[in-house]
């Protein structure tokens, strides 16, 4: 009979990751808009910034990373519903509109006899006196 002794040797190689874990809470933090002190949030908290017209609608949406409000639309018409201008303001801007002058023209029986111009918008009497 024969007797075989065998030794083994192993090397054991370990990795360890080791995280650290915050215990406790953080400090609040500080939410401003567009530079301006807003609110704070408690830490691990969440808040939630409305941004509303002054009508009460929400208003804008995110574009590269920005809060944005778009531009109006302004639709000008007479009281036939007839658009007389279109014009795009920016958003929180005002604007001013100047519409053109009204002219009427006078005939009798197709041939005109006389042209008055008057500020749109307005009411304008016109007299007309006719001569024997």
Same mark, same amino acid.
Do not use: H, R
């Given at each position: 009979?024969?007797?075989?002794?065998?030794?083994?040797?192993?090397?054991?190689?370990?990795? *360890?990751?080791?995280?650290? $874990?915050?215990?406790? =809470?953080? +400090?609040?933090?500080?939410? %401003?808009?567009?530079? /301006? &002190?807003?609110?704070?949030?408690?830490?691990?908290?969440?808040?939630?910034?409305?941004?509303?017209?002054?009508?009460?609608?929400?208003?804008?949406?995110?574009?590269?990373?920005?809060?944005?409000? *778009?531009?109006?639309?302004? $639709?000008?018409?007479? =009281?036939? +519903?007839?658009?007389?201008? %279109?014009?795009?303001? /920016? &958003?929180?801007?005002?604007?001013?509109?100047?519409?053109?002058?009204?002219?009427?023209?006078?005939?009798?029986?197709?041939?005109?006899?006389?042209?008055?111009?008057?500020?749109?918008?307005?009411?304008?009497?016109?007299?007309?006196?006719?001569?024997?």
């Amino acid at each position: 009979m024969i007797t075989a002794t065998a030794t083994l040797q192993a090397t054991i190689t370990a990795t *360890a990751t080791l995280m650290a $874990v915050q215990t406790g =809470s953080c +400090a609040a933090a500080t939410i %401003t808009v567009n530079s /301006a &002190a807003y609110d704070t949030v408690a830490s691990g908290g969440a808040l939630n910034v409305q941004v509303k017209n002054t009508l009460g609608s929400f208003v804008g949406s995110l574009v590269a990373g920005l809060w944005q409000i *778009a531009n109006s639309q302004v $639709v000008i018409k007479n =009281s036939l +519903a007839t658009i007389i201008a %279109t014009q795009s303001v /920016a &958003a929180e801007a005002s604007a001013d509109y100047t519409l053109a002058d009204t002219t009427y023209v006078f005939q009798i029986n197709g041939v005109n006899q006389n042209s008055v111009t008057v500020a749109s918008m307005i009411d304008y009497t016109f007299n007309i006196n006719f001569v024997p």
